[in-house]
């Protein structure tokens, strides 16, 4: 297991490594495993960057992202030019859907509101408007009303935990709520944890996931 002066030592290697980020304002603080990310970032995606990038190294158990975005003078958006490029964006990632989108924009701020029939829409909507420049905050409110019901959710994403590389199905459970699944259990890192989500998200009839994984030790 490593001190918690040697993954430190690993974040901020993988924090320089990442060539989508600029991490000369960005410090960490590693106790017990858990990163905290302080300091600032250029913009409201590269905030989302590095709470992936730490997300990836090998015994961090959890990340606080304390980031705080401080866009250059040349990167400022007014907030009629943010709605434009946010509303360009959602009809690129909802070539149908996109009329279902409300999206309210204040001094750089951004709500999403409104209905999908999928939660990967939802992600797909979020991660679009997440790489606009000028964004400093995205509050996603974006509810799934699914448009089917699917007779075997939970057997419909163990199956496909199975059929997954990434994935060890032996120890992560699947509950089903309704429209909402829970995923309980132990994997063996954040990339294991993040494409349970992704997996389960994915599933028809998943309205919402929770994911309660933890990593192991």
């Not at 409104?114 to 939802?122: A, E, H, M, P, Q």
Request: charged share 25%.
């Amino acid at each position: 297991m490593k001190t918690d002066s040697e993954l430190k030592s690993d974040v901020d290697e993988e924090l320089k490594w990442n060539p989508e980020l600029n991490a000369t304002d960005i410090a960490t603080q590693v106790i017990s495993g858990a990163v905290t990310l302080s300091g600032f970032a250029q913009n409201f995606y590269e905030k989302h960057v590095a709470e992936l990038t730490v997300k990836r190294v090998a015994g961090v158990i959890a990340v606080a992202n304390d980031l705080t975005v401080r866009p250059r003078q040349i990167d400022r958006v007014s907030d009629p030019e943010l709605a434009r490029h946010a509303i360009t964006a959602l009809k690129m990632a909802l070539p149908v859907d996109w009329p279902n989108i409300t999206i309210l924009v204040h001094d750089g701020h951004i709500v999403l509101e409104g209905t999908v029939g999928w939660d990967f829409l939802r992600e797909r909507t979020v991660t679009a408007i997440r790489r606009l420049h000028g964004v400093l905050d995205v509050r996603d409110s974006i509810r799934v009303l699914p448009a089917i019901s699917a007779t075997d959710i939970k057997g419909d994403i163990q199956e496909a935990f199975r059929r997954n590389a990434i994935i060890d199905s032996e120890h992560v459970k699947v509950v089903v709520q309704g429209p909402e699944v829970v995923l309980r259990g132990e994997v063996r890192s954040w990339a294991e944890s993040d494409q349970a989500y992704k997996t389960a998200a994915s599933a028809p009839g998943v309205v919402n996931v929770v994911n309660e994984l933890t990593i192991r030790a």
